[in-house]
């Protein structure tokens, strides 16, 4: 299957600073990315969607001025906690998903990243 | 709006029993429903899709439109099914964008 990655993996910053986060999809061209967050023991929640070369589309109650998403190419998309703050640590996951017919909507995740701020 | 539902966090279940894991929908239109399936330090990952109508590791999943419902459902359960599941549904939102709402999740714990 297609491989998508993250990195870093764990990072652990202070509070106030900012933090970027990559995705990248390996070995197809992602022409959707989505950001999730994860809660211990809580479900993925959809953070933002990002179609390459135009602005993402976010969830209700999630700040686009905080969690800036950069979708530049079919392979990289990016995301930037600005002046995080100890609520923000989280688990963020991204996933790609190809260009594909009709109903082909299989989404394949990153491993993630866990964010923590002190 | 779309909405997910899992009502089981955890399902504990011996080795070669039954398994059937639950999902219900809310959406008004049709949609198209996965299930994910997360093993222990691993990322998640799709397990089948009721569009191919296939059988994945022995899993089935049959779509019931009049139920709203995508339960998950094995024969005999192993010990390597152990791992968290997710459902997902995937839909058109009010902006033409293809969302995925994901379950809450059940956690598959099978016993030897």
């Known amino acids: 299957g297609a491989v998508v990655s993250q990195h870093p993996s764990r990072v652990i910053c202070k509070s106030g600073t900012s933090v970027k986060i990559e995705c990248r999809s390996l070995?197809?061209?992602?022409?959707?990315m989505f950001w999730y967050r994860q809660f211990p023991k809580q479900s993925l929640m959809l953070m933002a969607t990002?179609?390459?070369?135009?602005?993402?589309?976010?969830e209700q109650g999630v700040e686009k001025d905080k969690f800036l998403i950069n979708h530049a190419s079919l392979t990289l998309s990016t995301l930037t906690v600005t002046s995080a703050h100890p609520e923000d640590s989280s688990f963020y996951i991204c996933?790609?998903?190809?260009?594909?017919?009709?109903?082909?909507?299989?989404?394949?995740f990153g491993p993630g990243t866990r964010l923590t701020v002190l | 709006a779309q909405r997910v539902t899992q009502p089981e966090k955890l399902l504990s279940v011996f080795k070669g029993a039954p398994v059937e894991l639950k999902c219900n929908y809310s959406?008004?239109?049709?949609?198209?429903l996965f299930w994910y399936v997360q093993y222990s330090r691993q990322r998640l990952q799709l397990l089948l899709r009721?569009?191919s109508r296939e059988s994945i590791k022995g899993f089935t999943a049959d779509l019931n439109k009049g139920e709203t419902s995508f339960h998950l459902k094995k024969p005999f359960a192993q010990e390597e099914d152990s791992a968290m599941y997710y459902c997902?549904?995937?839909?058109?939102?009010?902006?033409?964008?293809?969302?995925?709402?994901f379950g809450t999740g059940t956690k598959l714990q099978v016993i030897p």
């Open positions: 009721h569009i």
């Open positions: 997902a549904l995937s839909a058109a939102n009010s902006g033409g964008y293809q969302k995925v709402t």
């Open positions: 990002s179609n390459e070369g135009s602005k993402a589309t976010y």
């Open positions: 996933s790609a998903r190809g260009g594909g017919g009709a109903g082909y909507n299989e989404q394949f």
């Open positions: 070995d197809f061209q992602a022409t959707t």
């Open positions: 959406y008004s239109g049709s949609p198209e």
